[in-house]
């Protein structure tokens, strides 16, 4: 057997693929699975952007992106597969089936695309308004168009717009992922839109040899640790329980009362141009990065909404940091031709920052020391990324990392955990998407690109990016135990925090 080959994509009968998942999807499969009975999908892909081309021309733009779906199944034939459990070998699997294995290809075309390709009527909602109303979560990943009731003025010219959403399982494909096909998708449009009908439809049959490895193959990462790793690994489960044993830990409020998970819910907040721009300069100035920022200031917002007791006392957040893989990726696995791919990791050692809750009477720290405070908490958040970025060993140590995390998939739809009573708030950075996104791409002109995973429990998930040079600071919650109000507060605080530290 060679390495890796259970999960190398094999044709099972003619016209369908299948390979087992590695350990990022079965974290992600386990996980969905486990609150399946809410009738909802945990970490579910919501990728959104906006769009705008002349007026008059929506729908011509809307039929080249159609057009453009098509030909990125043929690109990315990992966009039309799934992951099913096989009763038999008791694992899951991810499958793919051609069109012609439904005997018809024309048809099997037309029928995905109605499937995988929705013009929605909202009745007035933008895209983010929609996303915000509990949209579905297809079996295959789906883009949804939102057509603008009105054109729109922009820099003098009527335009019209629309939004469009891609919904999709986290076992499919991730955040960074998601940007580069919406990259690929508008680059296929703007050809289709300036050259139709002269360009040739994709040949199907033999696009599945573009099918998405797993992170496993596409990083040759080795299928077993070696002695020394083995014993670090061990290392860091028990100082991760250290951690918290005995610790008060900062955690996130939320309203008690309710078992279940009701609607995923987004709220962002957008920074000008200009003040977007001071920030980077005085993080570049400072040796920070922007994440490392706005992860100290959710620590310190966090510690910030503790309750106020009699005396002062210490408290604990505990935190951790994804990691976009694809640079570890060999070629052409770590480039835009394997967006549909789940290829980031979770670290392995949390991250904690020690910090005092003040007592109730005491009065508010001054600037100097607010600063100070806030410093010394971007030092240690940036030693913390660092480490990992130069540990030359973690894409080895990856796939065990994943398993932490990672549940026995039940075969049966089990019961919904019970609300997590010690919630904590995470980033996730999309860093810099012009790098990923072209804004303008022929007559599309694109704004607001942005990823969520679905929020079924009571912490908080921020996300940040950068487009067109303005900063966007955005979080995931669960309408369940938080609300509008509530989580834009903690966002806007974190936000001055950083702009008030940093004078911006």
């Given at each position: ?7 190398t ?6 016209g369908r693929?299948?390979?087992?998942i590695d350990?990022?999807e ?5 996980l ?8 909802r999908t945990?970490?579910a892909?919501t ?5 705008s ?7 011509d ?9 098509l ?9 039309a597969?799934?992951?099913?459990y096989?009763r ?8 793919y089936?051609?069109?012609?294995k439904?005997g018809?290809?024309s048809a ?22 929609w996303c ?8 295959l990943?789906?883009?949804?168009v ?5 054109s729109?003025?922009t820099?003098g010219?009527?335009?019209?717009a629309?939004?469009l959403?891609l919904r999709?399982h986290h076992?499919?494909i991730?955040g960074?992922?998601t940007l ?5 998708l508008f680059?296929h449009?703007?050809?289709?839109y ?5 360009l040739?439809?994709p ?5 599945w040899v573009n099918?998405?490895?797993p992170?496993r193959?596409?990083?040759s ?17 028990a ?32 920074l000008s ?8 300069v005085t ?8 994440t490392h ?6 620590a310190?917002?966090?510690?910030d909404?503790?309750k106020?007791?009699?005396q002062d006392r ?10 976009n ?8 696995f770590?480039?835009a031709?394997h967006?549909v791919s789940v290829y980031h990791?979770?670290?392995g050692?949390?991250m ?16 100097v020391?607010a ?8 030092e240690?958040?940036k030693?913390?990324y660092?480490?990992?970025?130069n540990d030359?060993?973690h894409?080895?140590m990856?796939?065990?990392y994943?398993?932490?995390?990672t549940?026995p998939y ?8 019970q609300?997590?009573?010690a919630?904590?708030?995470?980033i996730s950075?999309?860093g810099?998407i ?7 791409r022929?007559p599309?002109?694109l704004?607001?690109p942005w ?10 998930g921020?996300?940040?990016?950068t ?5 966007c ?6 309408d369940a135990w938080?609300?509008m109000d509530e ?9 001055a ?8």
């Open positions: 057997m060679t390495l890796h080959d259970h999960l994509w094999k044709q099972t009968e003619p693929w299948e390979r087992e350990e990022v079965q974290c992600y499969t386990s969905a699975r486990t609150y399946a009975g809410s009738g945990l970490f892909i990728g959104h952007i906006s769009f081309v002349a007026a008059g021309r929506l729908e733009a809307i039929e080249a992106l159609r057009n453009a779906w030909r990125l199944r043929y690109d990315h034939p990992t966009l597969s799934w992951v099913e096989d038999g070998s008791q694992k899951c699997k991810k499958v089936e051609t069109f012609e439904a018809n290809s099997a075309q037309t029928a995905w695309l109605q499937e995988t390709f929705r013009v929605v009527e909202t009745e007035g909602l933008t895209g983010e308004q915000n109303d509990d949209p579905p979560v297809p079996k990943p789906t883009l949804f939102i057509k603008r009731d009105q729109i003025t820099g010219e009527m335009v019209a629309a939004d959403v999709a076992d499919i991730d960074i992922g580069h096909l919406f990259d690929n680059r449009a703007s050809q289709v300036e050259n139709w009908p002269g040739p439809s040949a199907f049959g033999g696009e099918l998405s490895p992170l193959v596409a990083a990462i080795p299928d077993s640790l070696t002695v020394e790793q083995k014993e670090r690994f061990h290392r860091i489960i100082h991760n329980a250290a951690l918290r044993d005995g610790a008060r830990l900062a955690t996130v409020p939320f309203r008690p009362g309710e078992k279940i998970p009701k609607r995923h819910q987004r709220v962002a907040l957008t141009p200009e003040q977007s721009h001071r920030l980077l993080c570049k100035t400072l040796g920070f990065s922007v920022v706005y992860h100290a200031a959710i310190l917002t966090v510690r909404a503790q106020r007791l009699a210490q408290v604990r957040y505990i935190s951790y940091s994804l990691i893989e694809r640079a570890h990726c060999t070629q052409p770590s480039t031709q967006a990791s979770v670290s050692q949390s904690a920052i020690d910090l005092s809750v003040p007592a109730a009477a005491s009065p508010p720290p001054t600037q020391h600063r100070a405070e806030f410093m010394k908490v971007a240690q958040v030693a913390y660092l480490e990992i970025r030359t060993e894409i080895a990856v796939p065990s994943w398993t932490l995390s549940l039940p075969p049966e739809t089990p019961s919904v955990p609300p997590n009573l919630p904590s708030a995470s950075s999309m810099v012009d790098q990923i996104i072209r804004a303008h022929g599309f002109e704004t607001n990823v969520t995973g679905e929020e079924l429990g009571t912490g908080l921020l996300f940040l990016g487009f067109k040079g303005q900063i600071l955005s979080a995931a919650y669960n938080h609300d989580v834009m507060g903690l966002v806007t605080r974190c936000n925090l950083v702009c008030q530290s940093l004078g911006v």
